[in-house]
């Protein structure tokens, strides 16, 4: 029984560790991204017809 709850303990400690690293990679790989494509299809919008880039 005691083997048991320290092995589910750690699961807890890698499904966490799991959790923080999704976290991390959103905030600083595809949240900046989906920025960046805001940014430009907003400049898209805007543009005129017969502007040049």
């Known amino acids: 029984m005691y083997v ?3 092995s ?8 966490i560790w799991v959790v923080i690293l999704v ?3 959103f905030f600083f790989m595809i949240r900046p ?3 960046e494509q805001a ?3 907003d400049m898209m919008y805007k543009m005129a017809v ?3 880039v």
């Open 4 to 6: 048991l709850t320290s």
């Open 8 to 15: 589910s303990s750690g699961m807890g400690g890698i499904i």
């Open 23 to 25: 976290v991390f990679m």
């Open 33 to 35: 991204q989906r920025k």
């Open 39 to 41: 940014r430009k299809n």
């Open 50 to 52: 017969g502007e040049t």
